[in-house]
């Protein structure tokens, strides 16, 4: 399994950053994917999901309505637009295959490098 995060950068309060996650090595379009993020000083925290169908998501509460979700099972790739950014967006962020009910639960223990992401003015 490799997954592999890019997109993070340097944006303004209020900006957009595009993540990407290229997944390999298992068969993609058959998990449940998610975005976590870990900011400096804290735990891993779930931030949205997106089930194997490309269509059913879900949201942590403090990303809803910013951030969006995507996925596409041919190119093995998964997408988090952020809209809207906070300074407390700022964090590294990671992708993961998710429980399929749990959906909160990263199913793999190894992650990625991650991809920062940091808001600041």
């Known amino acids: 399994v490799q997954l592999v995060e890019s997109g993070g950068g340097l944006a303004q309060p209020g900006g957009s950053l595009r993540l990407s996650c290229a997944a390999s090595?298992?068969?993609?379009?058959?998990?449940?994917m998610g975005w976590f993020r870990q900011a400096p000083g804290k735990g891993r925290e779930f931030v949205a999901a997106i089930k194997s169908d490309q269509l059913t998501t879900y949201y942590a509460e403090d990303v809803k309505g910013r951030f969006t979700i995507h996925r596409d099972n041919a190119k093995n790739t998964m997408i988090l637009q952020m809209n809207s950014l906070k300074p407390e967006d700022t964090a590294v962020y990671y992708c993961?295959?998710?429980?399929?009910?749990?959906?909160?639960?990263?199913?793999?223990?190894?992650w990625g490098q991650g991809t920062q992401v940091t808001i600041a003015s």
């Open positions: 993961n295959a998710v429980d399929d009910f749990y959906y909160t639960r990263p199913l793999w223990t190894s």
């Open positions: 090595g298992f068969t993609f379009s058959e998990y449940a």
